[in-house]
């Protein structure tokens, strides 16, 4: 069974900045991209960004985009989400995904191995 363990998430300042980790752990699967999405109470799941595992092609939500940078470490199988200028509407858990099954890029049902997200609160 894969794993995927979301660390770096906390409160941050408007203006601020925070650093987002999610390491795989388990079994080896055959990883195609790796996306981070965020959710607020009573809105669904929205894509923030996302990183294909082999050639490290990125995506970005309009509304992070030239704030939030991802990229991937191969031998730590690890994804980081690097967040800058964050705004207080950037508040949210965040949560890593992987897809070993392809589709998509920004759609959830692309992506099949979940992390149990961590909170991030930008206060104004």
């Known amino acids: 069974q894969v794993q995927l363990v979301e660390s770096g998430g906390g409160l941050v300042q408007a203006g601020g900045s925070l650093r987002l980790s999610c390491a795989a752990s388990?079994?080896?699967?055959?990883?195609?991209?790796m996306g981070w999405f965020r959710q607020v109470p009573d809105k669904g799941r929205e894509f923030v960004a996302s990183?294909?595992?082999?050639?490290?092609?990125?995506d970005y939500a309009d509304s992070v985009k030239g704030r939030f940078t991802i990229s991937r470490d191969y031998a730590k199988n690890t994804v980081t989400l690097q967040m800058n200028s964050l705004k207080p509407e950037d508040t949210a858990v965040y949560y890593c995904?992987?897809?070993?099954?392809?589709?998509?890029?920004?759609?959830?049902?692309?992506?099949?191995?979940w992390g149990q997200g961590t909170q991030v609160t930008v206060s104004s």
């Open positions: 990183i294909t595992w082999n050639r490290g092609n990125t």
């Open positions: 388990g079994r080896p699967f055959n990883c195609l991209m």
């Open positions: 995904a992987a897809s070993s099954r392809g589709g998509i890029i920004r759609m959830i049902s692309a992506y099949d191995i």
